[in-house]
């Protein structure tokens, strides 16, 4: 029997604006975990602190290693118009490709100073986005580390700040390229990291550049019609290797976060995953089966977004609205600065499409 099309609708809900986490806890390990185990078990209330208790020795928890670059500046036209510029991804030297805020778009050639100092010379387009150079001093991500600002979600409706310097971040960040942070990454601080490898857990790392396409909406209710923007991802042979070896001892392979899914989902074919490096438009709906993880530590998801369809291609639309449903009623915090999820799937015939 042919499957109902998927539509955007079918990944609604309501979430009181007041859960929306507008600023990190004090402390990254502090904040709620909701455990949603293999169907018929019960939903729990723990904490993030408590995953040493809820992982075995010898599981694999797969990381994010992307580090988010201050991405946004803020100039202005030859013609004194303002300009908002979000980088999307770093090109080369000094090349970049951004997103324009600006009321009349600007021709290649044209120049923008920058507030910080320096200019913006546009060289084109490429689809939505524009190519630009950067006349900048030093090298490109050093400046920018110094001129640019953080790019928080636009449901975070203060202004940055200095801590976010520090919390919009990953302990483990290594890789500079995000213009958003895998945020599952964001509840690990080194003391619980020490515990989880006191405790025999393995740690890998994939590479996965999150891009402004993260923060788009989906825009058409019938989802074969969605295309997602394409990220740059790598997946290395030491990982595949890590994970091999993991399956093979009976161990569990655990990511942390939805982009981590991604990147394995990308470099997984005919249910083998092997090294890969490139570009991923990847998008997973239920229907779709996911093999690369037997566990899925997450944060809560924005109402019809990508995320939200990804994780219930994984355990199954019913049981991710009930999760969410007593998520609301018991106050968790939602969204990049929110709580948890810890989410393992039930057998195949109990998963709902």
Not at 37 to 60: I, N, S
Not at 283 to 296: E, K, N, Q
Request: net charge negative; proline share 6%.
């Amino acid at each position: 029997m042919e499957l109902p099309a998927l539509k955007k609708s079918d990944f609604a809900y309501h979430l009181p604006p007041e859960l929306i986490a507008q600023a990190p806890l004090p402390e990254r390990s502090a904040s709620r975990l909701l455990l949603v185990p293999p169907a018929p078990a019960a939903l729990e209330d723990r904490q993030v602190r408590d995953l040493d208790q809820l992982l075995q020795p010898g599981d694999l928890l797969v990381f994010n290693d992307t580090r988010v670059i201050p991405a946004r500046l803020f100039g202005a036209k030859a013609t004194g118009g303002r300009v908002e510029i979000l980088i999307e991804r770093l090109l080369g030297a000094q090349d970049v490709r951004a997103q324009l805020g600006v009321s009349k778009s600007p021709k290649a050639g044209s120049v923008i100073d920058l507030d910080a100092g320096g200019q913006a010379e546009v060289l084109g387009r490429d689809g939505e986005f524009y190519l630009l150079r950067l006349h900048v001093p030093g090298a490109l991500e050093d400046w920018l580390e110094q001129a640019g600002r953080l790019p928080l979600p636009p449901y975070i409706t203060r202004d940055v700040d200095n801590a976010d310097k520090q919390r919009y971040q990953t302990v483990f960040a290594r890789e500079a390229g995000a213009v958003a942070a895998p945020t599952a990454g964001l509840h690990f601080d080194q003391t619980l990291l020490d515990r989880l490898s006191a405790r025999g857990v393995q740690f890998g790392h994939v590479t996965l550049h999150v891009g402004a396409g993260t923060f788009q909406p989906v825009r058409v209710e019938d989802l074969s019609e969605h295309r997602m923007h394409s990220e740059r991802v790598r997946v290395s042979a030491e990982l595949v290797e890590k994970v091999r070896a993991t399956r093979a001892a009976g161990g569990r392979v655990i990511g942390v976060g939805t982009t981590v899914v991604r990147a394995l989902e990308s470099a997984t074919s005919d249910g083998v995953l092997a090294a890969y490096e490139g570009e991923t438009r990847i998008f997973i709906t239920p229907g779709y089966t996911i093999t690369s993880v037997d566990a899925l530590l997450t944060n809560f998801h924005l109402p019809e977004s990508t995320l939200l369809m990804m994780i219930s291609a994984f355990v199954g639309r019913r049981r991710v609205f009930a999760a969410y449903a007593h998520a609301i009623a018991q106050r968790y915090r939602f969204f990049s600065y929110g709580d948890a999820m810890l989410l393992f799937p039930g057998p195949q015939d109990e998963q709902d499409t």
